[in-house]
């Protein structure tokens, strides 16, 4: 984006017919400074942008590049590939993936109700009490707490990797170009 500023502000002046020390003259800069911003060593204030917007007759978004054209192209090879990949990739997540992450939400959900379900049996005289199932049962429930935060972070993760993918796929599919003008090529 600076070397956009400075390419600007040196086409506007060669357009205007104007010297480095007459722009400078007018913003109450020094040459050097309006060098400096040509050059893209420096970027010239916001203030600077504006009153070299009013000098030039143009918006102060033009030195940022609002008159730049983006096209948008369909990448149909990508396409296609991206279809028969995913398509094997979703099917590997379906298959191995989701039960295996289902299966740990189970099991740290059967542990957690461990302690009420052997409480429940002891009420309606489905077993008799015994104190060794009530302890593990306990363990079982503190182990299920511990799980729970990490299985939830593992599987907020491999969702975000899952999003990003996607999202990548999707950009590599549509791409944005931007054409080349004089002003980019200096």
């Known amino acids: 984006m600076t070397e956009l500023i400075g390419a600007r502000i040196k086409q506007k002046r060669i357009e205007q ?6 722009v400078a003259e ?3 800069v020094t040459q050097q400074t309006v060098a400096r911003w040509e050059k893209d060593k420096h970027n010239p204030p916001i203030q600077a942008v504006q009153d070299l917007s009013e000098l030039f007759h143009v918006k102060p ?3 940022f590049g609002e008159n730049q054209i983006k096209t948008y ?12 990949f995913n398509f094997l990739f979703f099917c590997m997540i379906v298959i191995i993936l989701l039960p295996i992450i289902l299966t740990i939400w189970v099991m740290a959900g059967a542990f957690l109700i461990a302690p009420g379900v052997i409480i429940w049996q002891v009420v309606e005289s489905v077993k008799s009490f015994n ?3 009530l302890l593990v049962s306990f363990v079982m429930f503190i182990v299920g707490t511990i799980m729970l935060p990490i299985i939830w972070k593992i599987t907020k993760y491999l969702w975000n990797i899952l999003k990003a993918y996607y999202r990548y796929n999707i950009n590599s599919i549509i791409y944005e170009v931007v054409p080349r003008t004089k002003s980019n090529n200096n």
């Open 61 to 63: 978004s033009y030195f």
């Open 26 to 28: 007018k913003l109450y």
């Open 17 to 22: 017919k104007m010297t480095q020390n007459q």
């Open 131 to 133: 104190l060794l199932r």
């Open 73 to 84: 192209h369909f990448n149909f090879y990508a396409f296609l590939g991206s279809l028969v």
